[in-house]
């Protein structure tokens, strides 16, 4: 097991914020669906991304990568024989790839690891059933077999379980022979990623109807368009040092685009009502604040940046509510316990509900030895965590950072932080 020794020290510089692997995921996907050459550029090629591109191979599309590229050439899908795709432990490419692989009749397996195996398909499972198509998964770990084919026709889905599965059924309807609608029937969460998938899609050639999140109704046999994309900063990774300015760290972020679709965006207009002052000069974004005060928080519109966000909170005046959280525990670990768990082992005073916490406002955190759960974001957030300790903050499995972020390191040495990596034992 390997462990980092962080010294609480400020953060100072600017940072170019690491591609967004949302937008990377939905890309490289669809420049596989599409006849021709794309050419996707500031692409960081992390295990989830990975997982991906050898998830398109799998589909009959190749792929050639340099340090920031990939060109993707795609076209008939012809998916191999009895295949077996690794989707590590990357939900985003288990269920945006899961249909695809059914647009001819199939038989493949999809693999991971980690909490993979834990997280819901439940929604796929009764399309599964509805359409006749045979599947079977071990229990807790993740072994999919499918066999068969999707027909194109209403689909009913959940919209509060993970927009992944509407965005894979996004992907998948327009090569159907026949049109097709889905109906949302719960209410939905996540609508951002849904926002960018239809923008994705848009730009590769394919047009879906949005009747107000409602249904979207798409058209079958359509075609997607070879094109050269540039993909955006990442607005969940920004947020790590987006905290870190309000905490009293001095850092500016460039490749941010403010006019983004993305809905870890929120992190801008969460941080703006806790007291931070935002500004943009010369394409460089950097936060001020005196105070940051407690506020009410839904992280049902973004999940993935509330461990940064509880960091944020730990150290704000008052109290922080965060509602309709129930999400982040079918994450990479369970991520309520887990950042309430470590930080207050830091000194916090965070309490953890069914689907919320509430985090009373300490001055400072005393410092001490955590878990990342092997959880990247939790990691991350420790991490920035540690620059407003008093004494060292010792961190466990801190290459978990890989799965979304595998620079992270580098670049917090970079801006000044101070830290040593050790192994132990075997």
Not at 172 to 185: F, H, R, Y
Request: negative net charge; charged residues 25%.
């Amino acid at each position: 097991m390997k462990k980092v020794e962080i010294k609480p020290k400020k953060l100072v510089g600017n940072i170019n914020i690491p591609p967004s692997k949302s937008m990377a995921h939905r890309a490289i996907i669809c420049a596989a669906l599409a006849k021709g050459e794309s050419l996707i550029t500031n692409v960081d090629f992390s295990d989830d991304i990975i997982a991906t591109l050898g998830a398109i191979e799998n589909l009959g599309a190749h792929y050639e990568k340099g340090d920031t590229w990939v060109k993707v050439t795609g076209g008939d899908l012809k998916a191999k024989d009895n295949a077996i795709v690794d989707c590590n432990e990357s939900g985003s490419t288990l269920r945006f790839i899961v249909p695809l692989f059914l647009v001819e009749n199939n038989k493949v397996t999809f693999i991971g690891k980690g909490n993979l195996g834990k997280r819901p398909l439940k929604p796929y499972y009764e399309i599964f059933e509805e359409q006749s198509i045979e599947y079977y998964n071990k229990e807790g770990i993740l072994e999919l077999k499918i066999n068969g084919s999707l027909n194109s026709g209403e689909f009913h889905v959940k919209g509060d379980i993970s927009s992944q599965f509407i965005s894979g059924l996004l992907f998948t309807l327009p090569l159907l022979k026949g049109d097709s609608k889905i109906i949302i029937t719960t209410k939905l969460e996540s609508k951002g990623y849904i926002d960018l998938t239809l923008d994705m899609l848009k730009k590769f050639g394919i047009d879906i109807v949005n009747n107000d999140y409602k249904e979207f109704v798409i058209k079958g046999n359509s075609q997607y368009k070879a094109t050269n994309y540039e993909v955006e900063g990442d607005f969940s990774q920004s947020a790590f040092y987006l905290v870190a300015s309000c905490l009293g760290n001095e850092v500016e972020l460039s490749k941010l685009n403010l006019q983004s679709l993305q809905g870890d965006k929120e992190i801008l207009d969460i941080l703006n009502r806790m007291g931070a002052n935002i500004s943009v000069s010369d394409d460089k974004v950097s936060l001020k604040v005196e105070q940051l005060i407690g506020t009410t928080i839904d992280a049902a519109q973004c999940p993935d940046i509330i461990p940064v966000v509880a960091v944020a909170a730990a150290l704000a005046k008052g109290t922080t509510n965060i509602i309709n959280a129930g999400r982040l525990r079918i994450k990479e670990c369970d991520r309520l316990t887990a950042i309430a768990s470590e930080l207050n082992k830091l000194g916090a005073k965070v309490q953890e509900g069914e689907d919320y916490m509430v985090i009373e406002g300490v001055e400072s955190l005393k410092g001490g030895e955590v878990n990342s759960f092997e959880d990247h974001r939790i990691a991350m957030s420790l991490a920035i965590a540690a620059t407003c300790c008093k004494e060292k903050v010792i961190i466990d499995n801190p290459q978990c950072v890989k799965k979304s972020y595998p620079g992270f390191w580098q670049d917090y040495k970079s801006l000044g932080g101070e830290l040593n990596e050790w192994s132990v034992g075997q």
